[in-house]
């Protein structure tokens, strides 16, 4: 045996001879290369890839790997993130190598679209429309928002005052965001 680049690629050199009584020799060689040109395979196929909400990110596959000569292959996972247009708009690319001894590669991709299309939720309704008297205007309510994504919503408030007939007749309209 001639070993090669590799624990599954080397040389087998069978020898045979054959002698008679009146030491006449034949002799027989058989050169047997033997190559791992194969890849692994994986057990499953690969995860499909995905668009999601940022708070439904799936937990990456578990794969695992055989090969025709190899009987220890170990599958490496990556995750690249592409940022998008926002911090809850990304891109991962998920990639499992499962490698032999030879350096025989199988890969698996999974693209992951990460998206953020839900608004912030207002923790309470919107105060109601009203009429008051000049001296009655309520203080505006304070509202707070929370969201699917983002742990950090702020809540801005603008009011716009739109004068009436009189100087104490006018019509606020109250504006969160």
Do not use: H, K, M
């Not at 599958?75 to 499992?96: K, P």
């Not at 890969?107 to 679209?113: A, L, Y």
């Not at 207002?122 to 000049?134: G, K, N, S, Y």
């Amino acid at each position: 045996r001639s070993d090669g680049n590799c624990s599954n690629n080397y040389t087998l050199t069978r020898y045979w001879n054959a002698t008679d009584d009146c030491n006449n020799t034949a002799s027989c060689v058989q050169v047997i290369t033997v190559q791992d040109t194969q890849a692994p395979v994986f057990d499953q196929d690969c995860p499909a890839d995905l668009t999601v909400e940022c708070n439904a990110v799936p937990l990456p596959a578990v794969l695992n790997a055989t090969d025709n000569c190899d009987l220890n292959i170990t599958v490496e996972f990556n995750e690249v993130r592409s940022d998008g247009n926002c911090s809850n708009n990304y891109t991962l690319t998920r990639y499992w190598n499962a490698t032999d001894d030879c350096n025989n590669t199988a890969r698996c991709v999974q693209v992951i679209t990460v998206q953020d299309t839900q608004p912030p939720v207002f923790d309470q309704d919107c105060p109601a429309d009203l009429t008051a008297e000049c001296d009655a205007v309520p203080l505006p309510a304070v509202l707070n928002a929370t969201d699917n994504c983002d742990q950090n919503i702020t809540v801005e408030f603008n009011e716009v005052r739109s004068d009436g007939n009189c100087s104490n007749n006018y019509t606020l309209t109250r504006y969160w965001n």
